[in-house]
T-cell receptor, first 112, second 114 residues
Framework: EADIYQTPRYLVIGTGKKITLECSQTMGHDKMYWYQQDPGMELHLIHYSYGVNSTEKGDLSSESTVSRIRTEHFPLTLESARPSHTSQYLC???????????FGSGTQLSVL | KNQVEQSPQSLIILEGKNCTLQCNYTVSPFSNLRWYKQDTGRGPVSLTIMTFSENTKSNGRYTATLDADTKQSSLHITASQLSDSASYICVVTDRGSTLGRLYFGRGTQLTVWP
């Protein structure tokens, strides 16, 4: 059972709003990731972090930011939401020993 | 271009039957290959992870095989159950990347009918 949590599970907001998607894990993993997934499509990397105060951009990062002030917490912020941001957002952390990825349940975001 | 291709895109089988899902990849150099199960509206859950030196790995009714020479992997599900209905995703790690870059397939959507 993975100890990685995402909130909210569902979010409907209007265009232009600033939102923060929360992700927390209690497994002490250094590596954490944010992915975006549309139905029937592969996961796309948005941001990743290899530890506290370490954040890097992925393939779809241009319109979002992340922070890693604490090991267990890795929030994702959209400064100005657009309808094109409508998607499922998945947070993951990685066990360094066996390289197993643990995913949260995701946040389904709808921007009107 | 590093890619992971999965087939079939979707599959319907009857409960109790076996099935095999395919994954072909061009990621090189290759580090490991993982299979994940993703229920609708949930995050993926790890089934197996294999390095280039492993040919097969099992997890209950799930058995993954790997042929690193032909860059092919398969996931065999035995005696399917209704709860096996999900998307099965193949993920390959690029050993050449300092970041251990992961490449995801689009998944095979499996539906098990009673």
């Amino acid at each position: 059972e993975a100890d990685i949590y995402q909130t909210p599970r569902y979010l409907v907001i209007g265009t232009g709003k600033k939102i923060t998607l929360e992700c927390s894990q209690t497994m002490g993993h250094d590596k954490m990731y944010w992915y975006q997934q549309d139905p029937g499509m592969e996961l796309h990397l948005i941001h990743y972090s290899y530890g506290v105060n370490s954040t890097e951009k992925g393939d779809l990062s241009s319109e979002s930011t992340v922070s890693r002030i604490r090991t267990e917490h890795f929030p994702l912020t959209l400064e100005s939401a657009r309808p094109s941001h409508t998607s499922q957002y998945l947070c993951a952390s990685e066990d360094r020993d066996n390289e197993k990825l643990f995913f949260g349940s995701g946040t389904q975001l709808s921007v009107l | 271009k590093n890619q992971v291709e999965q087939s079939p895109q979707s599959l319907i089988i009857l409960e109790g039957k076996n099935c095999t899902l395919q994954c072909n990849y061009t990621v090189s150099p290759f580090s490991n290959l993982r299979w994940y199960k993703q229920d609708t509206g949930r995050g993926p859950v790890s089934l197996t992870i294999m390095t280039f030196s492993e040919n097969t790995k099992s997890n209950g009714r799930y058995t993954a095989t790997l042929d690193a020479d032909t860059k092919q992997s398969s996931l065999h599900i035995t005696a399917s159950q209704l709860s096996d209905s999900a998307s099965y995703i193949c993920v390959v790690t690029d050993r050449g990347s300092t970041l251990g870059r992961l490449y995801f397939g689009r998944g095979t959507q499996l539906t098990v009918w009673p």
